[in-house]
Each structure stands twice: as structure tokens, then as C-alpha cells.
């Protein structure tokens, strides 16, 4: 089987909820994306890109449908390219590399271009259709921009509470304080703020509109600030709009190609794929869902804990990413301080479908500034998903 490698990466940088995104249409920034990965790899000819995989949650208003068709066709992509999307919630870009993947491990391609796209800021209101036309009565809309909407009554309700209380419930099981997730919340501010102050993102991100970087991150961020914040979701709970990931607008964009891609791209790759793994629980239990994925993903790269030395975990809440750390711990995982080394989603921002593109991309950077060969990018999805990705860096596998 051919090995599937990362030959480019950047996204845009991302919004908050009506911030500075909020006038950019979730193609357009899909586009963006798309031609930022352009632009680093100028030998390459667009018309060599075998398919667009594309992620995205929405998919109700601007996104058309195929998103990733029509921010190919904006982006001066070939027609001839085709492309496609997926929707794993707030695993689809993830999902559309591992998919890329497979195809080029399978010899069905050679290039793929994978990447996701969220504007949570433009998701619209729906209005469910009635059983017979012009009913009496009002009609309720219904927000798209994150969660259940239109819930089947069949599903069990202890299945389709909110997101908030799905993790409200995983912080009664694992005793996780407010006073650690908060800590925790600080900390991603901290290394996200660092990280920009030290160029380390400059090469990762592609300006849109007048915004040149992650619109969320607060140097100023503190536990004493955060312990001020009300609970979101219960009156005693622990989880407050600090200790969580935000909504956000952004994209994000991956090239990966097979080993003999590289002539035809014009560059060395950056990182190979080595496993792949995902993971399905109770919906309420999504939180945790990454545990499991990870180390799933790790055995079919046939590595231990021991030997990763950076992991990219997606901090939807911070209890939930503290659970899957301390599983992880006990696992084999060396220290907690190599998760996240360069900030994550509670400072950055989480646009659903983007976020995978952006673990992806940040791995292959931060591997190749600590040096170390193994790392880990993991996503919980809701609905009781997870997903993982190992890469592996080239520079010191050689």
C-alpha cells in the first residue's frame, strides 16, 4: 500500500461569532484556504490535483450543499477537478484528510487537496417544513449554528441534552474541578498569545478581509477573570463560556500526495500519515470519544504513548480535554505539557468543519520545531464521535 503524505498547510485565521468574519461568506473563506495552499506550493499545477475532500458541519445556507465544489471553482481551480463533502460535525476536516488519505494509500490518487470550512456566524435560521401547506398557528426557527436541531422524538432524551451538559455530566464522572479547567482555559491562551508573539503562526495562517490573526486569544486571560464567569448550563456547574471553545468563522486547508507526488508539487513533504483511528460511544459521552480514537490510530501506526511527542487535541471544553489527557497519562502518554504546545480551540477558536485542518497543519509545524518524530491530532465530535490522525515527522525519521 502507498503511504499518504502532508506536503502543505495553512488556514485562515479565525473569527469570533460576529466578529471580524462575520461579513465573509463560509465559501469565500473556504476559497481563502484553498488559495493560501496554492501559493506555497507554486510548481504545482492545479489541474494535477486528483479531488477536493472538504469538511463542513453546516451545510444549510451559503455552503450550497458541496461547499467544497463551489470554494474549489472560486479558488481557480480547474472544473475538471472534482470535489466533494463531508460532514462529521466538528470532525470533517479531519474526516477529509483521513479520507484523502485512503485514496492515495489505495493508488486511486496522487494529490488530493482536503481541508473544512465553518462560518458559525452565517449559519441561518430554518423553519421546519409543516405536514400540509399554509398551517394556522406560528412556526418556529430554528438556529443552525451549533447542536441538535430537529430532533427525531424517537431518539432518548438523555441522548440529545446540550453539549454544555454532556460534559457537565462528564465532570460529575471524572471529578474534574473548575478550578483545573479554568487553569486550563488560561494556559491556551498563554501559549496561543506566545505562539503568535514568536512567528510561529505566520507561516500557517492566510489573512482574510483585515483580519491577520485568531481574532479570540486574550493575553490578559487569568484564573481570577475566569472564576468571575457564571456557569453556562447548570446554576452549580463548572463549565462557563471562559473554560470552553467559542464559536467561530474559519478555514482551513491541507495538501496531501503520494511519495512520488513530490516532483510535481515542487516540495518535500512536511510529514507522512501513519494511522488513522476512530471511535463511537453513547452520544452523551462524545467528550471522551478522542481516547479511544487515538489509540486506535496509534496501534495501526504500530507506535506506543511513549514515543509521541506532540499531540493536537481539540479543546471543545476543557474538562473534556483534560479527561482524554489523564487517560491518556495512564496510558503511556510522557507529560501533559506536550498537548496543545502552541495554544488550542479555547484561545483560538473552533469553526466546526475547519477545525481538523488546523490540528493537522499545527502538528507538522510543531513537530518540526521541537523535533520530534511521532504526534498525535485528535477531535471529539458530537453524537458520541472521535476521531485521530498519527503523523510522523520526515526531518527526523531520515
Known amino acids: 500500500m502507498n503511504s499518504a503524505f502532508l506536503y502543505a498547510a495553512t488556514r485562515t485565521p479565525f473569527g469570533k461569532f460576529n466578529g471580524a468574519l462575520a461579513d465573509i461568506r463560509p465559501d469565500d473563506l473556504a476559497a481563502t484556504a484553498i488559495s493560501g495552499v496554492l501559493t506555497q506550493t507554486p510548481s504545482l499545477d492545479p489541474a494535477a490535483i486528483d479531488e477536493v475532500v472538504w469538511g463542513n458541519a453546516n451545510g444549510a445556507g451559503e455552503e450550497n450543499r458541496n461547499v467544497g465544489r463551489m470554494a474549489a471553482l472560486l479558488a481557480g481551480l480547474p472544473t475538471s477537478v472534482p470535489s466533494t463533502t463531508i460532514n462529521r460535525l466538528c470532525g470533517s476536516s479531519l474526516d477529509a484528510a483521513m479520507t484523502g488519505s485512503r485514496m492515495i494509500e489505495t493508488g486511486d490518487a496522487d494529490v ?50 446540550s453539549l454544555g451538559e454532556c460534559n457537565e455530566q462528564l465532570q460529575e464522572r471524572f471529578g474534574i474541578t473548575r478550578e483545573r479547567q479554568d487553569e486550563f482555559a488560561v494556559r491556551s491562551h498563554r501559549l496561543a498569545h506566545q505562539a503568535w508573539e514568536d512567528g510561529f503562526y505566520n ?35 463548572t463549565i462557563t463560556a471562559g473554560n470552553a471553545s467559542p464559536l467561530s468563522d474559519g478555514g482551513s486547508a491541507v495538501l496531501l500526495g503520494s511519495e512520488s507526488a513530490a516532483a510535481a508539487i515542487g516540495r518535500d513533504p512536511l510529514a507522512r500519515i501513519l494511522g488513522k483511528g476512530a471511535m463511537a460511544l453513547d452520544p452523551q459521552e462524545f467528550g471522551y470519544a478522542p481516547v479511544e480514537a487515538a489509540n486506535r490510530a496509534l496501534a495501526r501506526a504500530g507506535i506506543t504513548w511513549d514515543q509521541v511527542g506532540a499531540v493536537e487535541l481539540n479543546e471543545a471544553f476543557a474538562v473534556q480535554s483534560l479527561a482524554c489527557v489523564d487517560a491518556w497519562l495512564k496510558d503511556g502518554l510522557r507529560e501533559p505539557g506536550i498537548v496543545n504546545q ?32 511521532y504526534g498525535v491530532a485528535a477531535i471529539c465530535i458530537g453524537v458520541g464521535q472521535g476521531l485521530a490522525v498519527v503523523l510522523e515527522n520526515l526531518e527526523v525519521s531520515k
Open 112 to 161: 488530493v487537496l482536503v481541508g473544512g470550512v465553518e462560518s458559525m456566524t452565517r449559519a441561518p435560521w430554518v423553519l421546519p417544513k409543516p405536514s400540509r401547506a399554509f398551517p394556522a398557528g406560528d412556526v418556529t426557527a430554528v438556529s443552525t449554528t451549533l447542536g441538535w436541531r430537529l430532533v427525531n422524538p424517537r431518539m432518548p432524551k438523555e441522548w440529545t441534552v
Open 203 to 237: 507561516a500557517l495562517v492566510t489573512p482574510v478581509a483585515d483580519l491577520g490573526r485568531d481574532e479570540g486569544i486574550r493575553a490578559d486571560s487569568s484564573t481570577q477573570k475566569l472564576a468571575g464567569l457564571k456557569p453556562s448550563f447548570r446554576p452549580n456547574g
Open 342 to 373: 502552541r495554544g488550542g480551540a479555547i484561545a483560538i477558536g473552533h469553526p466546526l468543519g475547519a477545525s481538523g485542518g488546523r490540528l493537522l497543519g499545527t502538528l507538522a509545524a510543531v513537530l518540526k520545531e521541537r523535533r520530534e518524530r
